[in-house]
Structures are given as structure tokens and as C-alpha cells.
């Protein structure tokens, strides 16, 4: 019984996973479907980047602490409800984007 009660744990688990793709289906208008675009043609293009570098900037915006090219407000609004399981899911599947 308490293999079936962890095995069903650990999958709840997995369902619960933050999805990056979904994610970041609001991030598209600014910075296109595969994050090619500068965002309002004043931010750095994000494709190539890695995911460290991607999560830090999340993280950085969320805390208000970035303004990179005056996009901190707009940006901090956008991640604001994101947690850190959603910011490192969104940064590994950009990171991922070929």
C-alpha cells in the first residue's frame, strides 16, 4: 500500500511540473514565438542564451532589481505571479530553442 501511495505522490508530482512552453505563450508578443525578436525593439534577443543566464535575468526582473533597456516595470508586471519552479522552467525551454 505504501508503494502505491508514493508512486501516486511522486506522479501527482510530475503532472504538477511548471510546463516553459506554456509558459511562455504571453512572452511571444514581445519577444516572438522563438524569442528571435527585440522585445519592443529596445531589449536584447533572449534565443541563444543560456538557461542560467535566462532565470537570472526572471529572477532579477521579479525582485526589481533589473531594468535592462527601461523594460523593468514591464517585464517585473509579466513575471511577477511566476514561481521559481515556472522561472527555471521557462528559462530551460528557451534555453532549448534551436
Known sequence: MKKIALAML??????????????????AACHGASFEKAALGKSGIVKGQTAAVIETSLKAYKAGTQNKAGMGALMKGQVASMSDADI???????AGIK
Not at 511522486?10 to 512572452?27: E, I, N, P, R, Y
Not at 527555471?88 to 528557451?94: F, R
Open 10 to 27: 511522486f506522479a501527482g508530482v510530475s503532472l504538477m511540473a511548471a510546463d516553459g512552453k506554456a509558459l511562455t505563450a504571453k512572452c
Open 88 to 94: 527555471k522552467a521557462v528559462a530551460t525551454y528557451v
